[in-house]
C-alpha cells in the first residue's frame, strides 16, 4: 500500500486553520491563568485581612502601638482597589 495516497503534501495543507486554533488555544490557556491568577490573589488578600484582624485583637490591649500600626495597615489593604473580574 502507498501512504502517499493518504497523506497529503506540504504543498496541499491549509496552515491557516491551525494557526486559528493555537491563537485561539493560547487565548483561552491566558484567559485561563489570569482568573487562576485572580483567583488566588484574592484568596490571599482575604487571608492577610483575616490575619491582620486576628493580630489587632491579640494586641489591642497589651501592645497599643502595634495594634495600630496593624490597623492602619488592614485599613490600606480595604482602600486598596480589586480588580475587576
Known amino acids: 500500500m502507498d501512504s502517499k495516497l493518504f497523506l497529503p503534501t506540504a504543498g ?25 491568577w485572580r483567583a488566588l490573589e484574592a484568596q ?3 487571608r492577610a485581612l483575616r490575619e491582620l484582624e486576628l493580630r489587632h485583637e491579640g494586641w489591642q490591649f497589651s ?5 495600630r500600626v496593624v490597623r492602619k495597615a488592614r485599613a490600606f489593604l480595604l482602600s486598596q482597589s480589586v480588580p475587576d473580574r
Open 44 to 46: 490571599g488578600r482575604l
Open 12 to 36: 496541499v495543507v491549509d496552515p491557516a486553520p491551525v494557526r486559528r486554533f493555537l491563537r485561539a488555544l493560547r487565548s483561552a490557556l491566558a484567559r485561563g491563568g489570569l482568573a487562576i
Open 63 to 67: 501592645d497599643p502601638e502595634l495594634a
